[in-house]
């Protein structure tokens, strides 16, 4: 396969994240974001750090399974890296993303990489699905990067789906994000320009209602930087994330 000569933004966050599964074109654009706002690749590193205290948490409530949807690269502390014993099936909609994660991850037991629209759980790689996970039986469901191309509608449709689809027990870990972005002009016109469609940035009130039945954790909604971290709160939140779950039984 030909250098790929257009950047793709899993391959850009692990160039951040200090992976070497990226290119030359990749390096650059991370490069040039970064001399828009030096912090950015800080704010990937604090996302994933909160994904692995996240995942580690829903692991000492029992579950050994988890669906990481929207994945990018299964590199750099990600989920399978973080509960080595759990089982994982990495997910997005990039063929590139999928062949790559296929690839790193042919040799991992427990562990693959297959097709899932983020935004509709039905399109979920049943073959896949089922060869790494019970579905059947509690999971924890990683949502990370995935709300901020999706008006508040559609992502609470989606919630709600995934709702209905996990197992009661489940766990969401989930990220927002947050409206700081808005306050660097310069890097979000470039981020809009790229991504070629409206961005949106929430904070806690305006995220609590999108969880509709996700009960959260006496963890609330938080910057993802102070979630179960003794870390200072940050003066501008880019992030916000929070775990919920799915009660065994619901009242009527």
């Given amino acids: 396969m030909s250098e790929p000569q257009i950047p793709n933004s899993g391959r850009i966050i692990d160039h951040w994240l200090g992976g ?4 030359p074109a990749d390096a650059a654009a991370a490069s040039e974001f970064a001399g828009l706002y030096p ?18 948490a829903v692991a000492d409530e029992g579950v050994d399974q ?41 040799t991992t037991p427990g562990v693959d990489y297959a097709y899932c629209d983020a935004s509709d759980p039905g399109t979920l790689d049943q073959e ?7 579905l059947t039986a509690r999971l924890g469901v990683v949502v990370v990067g995935i709300s901020t ?5 559609a992502l609470q449709d989606t919630l709600s789906d995934l709702f209905d689809w996990a197992p009661p027990g489940s766990f969401l ?22 991504a070629g469609q409206p961005l949106h940035l929430r904070g806690p009130d305006r995220i609590r209602p999108l969880l509709g039945r996700w009960q959260l954790t006496d963890d609330g909604i938080c910057a993802v930087d102070v979630w179960r971290s003794p870390t200072p ?20």
């Fill in 20 to 23: 070497t599964h990226h290119y």
């Fill in 39 to 56: 912090g950015f690749p800080q704010v990937y590193r604090t996302l994933r750090e909160f994904v692995g205290r996240a995942v580690r």
């Fill in 66 to 106: 988890f669906l990481v949807l929207g994945a990018g690269i299964p590199t750099q502390g990600n989920v399978h890296e973080v509960v080595p014993r759990a089982r994982v099936l990495y997910t997005d909609i990039d063929p590139a993303n999928i062949a790559l994660g296929r690839e790193i991850l042919a």
């Fill in 128 to 134: 896949s699905a089922e060869r790494i996970l019970d």
């Fill in 149 to 153: 191309s999706l008006e508040d509608g």
């Fill in 173 to 194: 870990v989930a990220d927002f994000d947050g409206e700081a972005l808005a306050s660097l002009p310069t890097i979000l016109a470039k981020i809009l320009d790229q």
């Fill in 233 to 252: 709160h940050p003066d501008k939140v880019f992030v916000y994330g929070c775990v919920s779950h799915k009660p065994y039984e619901m009242s009527q």
